[in-house]
């Protein structure tokens, strides 16, 4: 099915970019140099891209319900004049374990690392099932009606990390964890 984005998104992309390329990304010259070294096939987004840009794997690989609802509600949320860019989404377990190790460098054990990025075999991106999502004002949008589209913020520590909990549409999201450490999936 083929989706379009909103025809103001390249012209807001471009201001996105121009007006904060320091801060676009919080990532550090470390995993910029990680994204540049694994590029788009591995799920690396040089540059923040929409929900629609099926043509980039972070997306195109998305889980298939994660990927429509997120559109879903990108679409409703333009109509508030708010656009969702995604900054990280599906990734191959190579590229994964580059961030792990970038991680472990930065933050200086195993420990702190996970804190911040899981293993392979356990992160939610490697499967699919999570999306990262910028800037502000469409984070503040998702945490206000994300729940009505069963898309949950999981982890208290990244307000940008969204993974489809399709019970939270009669439930409301379920409570967060601390931090990716705190999350029974990734100990394995």
């Known amino acids: 099915m083929a989706h379009s984005e909103p025809a103001r998104t390249a012209a807001r992309r471009t201001r996105l970019l121009a007006s904060s390329a320091s801060s676009a990304s919080s990532a550090s010259s470390a995993s910029s140099a990680v994204r540049r070294a694994f590029g788009k096939a591995h799920g690396a987004v040089p540059d923040p891209v929409t929900v629609f840009?099926?043509?980039i794997p972070a997306v195109a690989n998305l889980d298939p319900d994660l990927l429509a609802t997120l559109?879903?509600?990108?679409t409703d949320a333009a109509a508030d004049g708010v656009e969702f860019f995604v900054n990280g989404?599906?990734?191959?377990?190579?590229?994964?374990?580059?961030l792990?190790?970038?991680?472990?460098?930065k933050y200086g054990s195993d420990k702190e690392a996970a804190r911040w990025?899981?293993?392979?075999?356990?992160?939610?991106?490697v499967a699919g099932n999570a999306v990262d999502i910028g800037p502000s004002d469409a984070r503040a949008w998702l945490s206000e009606h994300g729940a009505e589209y069963g898309l949950c913020q999981i982890y208290r520590n990244e307000p940008w990390h969204y993974e489809l909990r399709?019970?939270?549409?009669?439930?409301?999201?379920?409570p967060m964890y601390a931090d990716p450490s705190h999350d029974p999936r990734t100990r394995r």
Do not use: I, L, M, N
């Not at 990025?117 to 991106?125: E, L």
């Open 53 to 55: 840009d099926d043509e």
């Open 71 to 74: 559109r879903r509600a990108a």
């Open 89 to 98: 989404g599906w990734r191959s377990p190579e590229y994964q374990e580059q």
């Open 100 to 105: 792990r190790r970038a991680a472990v460098s």
């Open 117 to 125: 990025v899981s293993t392979p075999d356990t992160s939610a991106h």
């Open 166 to 174: 399709p019970e939270a549409v009669d439930d409301g999201c379920p």
